[in-house]
C-alpha cells in the first residue's frame, strides 16, 4: 500500500520532471510555427499548379495568413491569464493541427484560405503562450539558458522550411507540407497534457475597444507590407495605408492613455530593456529578415541552381545554429548583452557584404563557409536579443511583455521580407541597368548596412544589463 509521504514523494519528482521537460514543449511550439512561416514559400507553385490558379492568385494565401496573426495575437497573453496556459496551448494546437489537415484537403483558393485562418490562430496564440509559462516557471537566473535551448527550434524551422519544402513537393505532393504538422503538434499537446502548468492569473475585463484599435493597425501594417513585398508600387494606396494604420495608432494611444488596464500596455515601454531589445530586434531583422528569401531567388534566377540545391545550402546554418548553443551562456556570461549584441550585429553585416560579391563562378564551398558563418552569428543575435528583452519583467508584466515581443517578432519578419524585396525591385528597375548579379549585390549591401547601424540600439544598454540574471 503506497503511503502519502511516498505520494507526496511521487507527486514532487513528477512535478521537477515537468519543469525538466517544459521548455521541449515550447521547443516543439516554436519549431512547426517558424516552420510553417516558411515551407510553404517554395511550395506555392505546385500548389497553384494543382488547384489550376496562377501564382499570383495563391499570395493571397500568404497575405490571409499574415492578416490573421496580425488581429489575434494581441488575444493570447490576456487569454492565456484568463484560461490558463495549458488549456489555451493544447486549444491553439489542436486548432494549428485542424487548419493544418484542412490545408492539405482543400480543393479550391477559398477552402484553402479559409483553412489557413484556421491554422493561423492557433498559430497566433501557440508560441506566446509556450513562452509565457517559461516566463512563469523559471526564474530569471535560469531564463538565458532556457530561451537559448528554445530559440535553436524556431531557427531550425525557419531554415529547414524552405529545403523541406521543395524536397516534399518535388518527390511526394504539397500536401505533405502540412501534414507533417499533424504528427507534431499531436506530439505537442500530449506533452502539454502531462507536461505544461496552468498558469493562470487575474485579469480586468477584456479591452474589446483596444482590440479593435490596435489589432486593425497590426492588419493595416502588415497589409501594406505584404503588398510591398508582391511588388506593389501604387504610392496612392501605400501612402492611404499608411495614414489610416497612423490614425488607428493614434487612436489606441487615446484609448490607453484613459484604460486601467489595456490590452497592450505601452507603459512597459518605460523598462530600458524591454524598448532596446523591441526597438533593435524591429532594426535587425530588416537587414537580415530578408535573407531566406533573397539567397534562394539569387541562386535560381541569377546563377542558374535549381530549387533543391538552392534550399540546401541554407542547410549549413541550421547545423551552424545548434553548434554554437552549448557555447551561448559562456560568451553572453564572457562579454555581456551590449558588448555581445553591438559587435555581433557588426559580424552579420560583415557577412551580408560578403554574400553580395559571390557570382555564378563562386564554389559551393563558399557558401556553405558563409552559411555557416550566418548561422553562428544568427543563432547569437536572436537569442540575445530575445532574452535581453524579457529579463526585467516581473510577474505583473511577464504576460504583456511577452505579448509585445511576438508582436514585434511578426512584424519584423514582415519587415524584414518587405524591405529586401522593395530594395531588390528597386536596384532590378529597368531604369536603374543593373545585372541580376549587380541587383542582388547591391541590395545585400543596402540590407548589411541597416544591420550595422542597428548596433547604435544596442548602446543604450549598459555594460550591467542583464548580468544579474545570467
Known sequence: MITKEEKKIAK???KRTAVHLLPWVTAVAMFIQSLDGTILNTSLPSIARDMEYSPTQMHSVIVTYALTLALFIPLSGWLADKFGTRTMFMIAVALFVAGSLCCALSGNLLQFNL???LQAIGASMMVPIARLAILYQYPKSKLLKTMN????????????????????????????????????GLIGISMAKRIMPNFKKAVGKFDFRGLIYFSFA???????????????TNWVIILGGL??????AALYYYHYKKTDKPLIDLRLLNIKTLRVGLTGSLITRLGIGGLPLLLPLMLQTGFGYSASVSGLLLLPSALANVAIKPFMVRIIKALGYRNVLISNTVLLGIVLIVLGFVNRDTPLGYYILLMIFYGFFTSIQMSAMNTITLVDLDENTKSGGNTML???QQLSISFGVSAASLVLSFFGSE????????????????LAIVTILSSVTFRRLSDSDGRGYM
Not at 513537393?169 to 505533405?176: A, E, I, M, T
Not at 493595416?220 to 511588388?231: A, P, R
Not at 531604369?431 to 543596402?446: A, D, L, N, P, W
Open 243 to 248: 495614414f489610416l494604420f497612423n490614425a488607428l
Open 12 to 14: 514532487e519528482k513528477k
Open 115 to 117: 483553412s489557413r485562418v
Open 149 to 184: 535551448f528554445i530559440t535553436i527550434f524556431g531557427l531550425l524551422g525557419m531554415v529547414v522550411g524552405p529545403s523541406l519544402g521543395g524536397f516534399l513537393s518535388d518527390n511526394l505532393s504539397w500536401h505533405w507540407i502540412f501534414l507533417v504538422n499533424v504528427p507534431i
Open 431 to 446: 531604369h536603374m541597368g543593373f545585372s541580376i548579379t549587380e541587383s542582388f549585390q547591391y541590395t545585400f549591401i543596402v
Open 406 to 408: 511576438v508582436i514585434m
Open 218 to 232: 497590426l492588419i493595416v501594417i502588415t497589409m501594406i507590407l505584404e503588398l510591398v513585398s508582391s511588388g506593389l
